[in-house]
């Protein structure tokens, strides 16, 4: 059973940096691609960043040259780093892994953009 820990939220004023961390466990081999969505309050879930087993990457265009997502494959871990943080990036963040064509998701990090 997979199962994915997610970490490094919290409050940060507009502008700073926050670095987030997902950490998979159990059944970890053959993972197509992780990555990070996103939902504010009222809003529907929405993809924010993926890295592939290659390490492709892709963004959301709300997050581009801003958010770096980054996966370590020995640890089975993925990162995203977040700078210039806005107060429309306040949301829960799930972490998210594809393996064998199956989606599996994290219970979220909340992160709050707030002076």
């Known amino acids: 059973q997979v199962q994915l820990v997610e970490s490094g939220g919290g409050l940060v004023q507009p502008g700073g940096s926050l670095r987030l961390s997902c950490a998979a466990s159990g059944g970890i081999f053959g993972i197509d691609a992780m990555g990070w969505y996103r939902q504010a309050p009222g809003e529907e879930r929405e993809l924010v960043a993926t890295?592939?087993?290659?390490?492709?990457?892709y963004y959301a265009n709300a997050v581009k040259g801003r958010f770096t997502i980054s996966r370590d494959n020995a640890k089975v871990t993925a990162f995203l780093q977040m700078n210039s943080l806005k107060a429309e990036d306040t949301a829960v963040y799930y972490c998210?892994?594809?393996?064998?064509?199956?989606?599996?998701w994290g219970k979220g990090t909340l992160v709050t953009i707030s002076s």
């Open positions: 890295i592939s087993s290659t390490a492709t990457t």
């Open positions: 998210w892994l594809q393996r064998f064509g199956m989606n599996y």
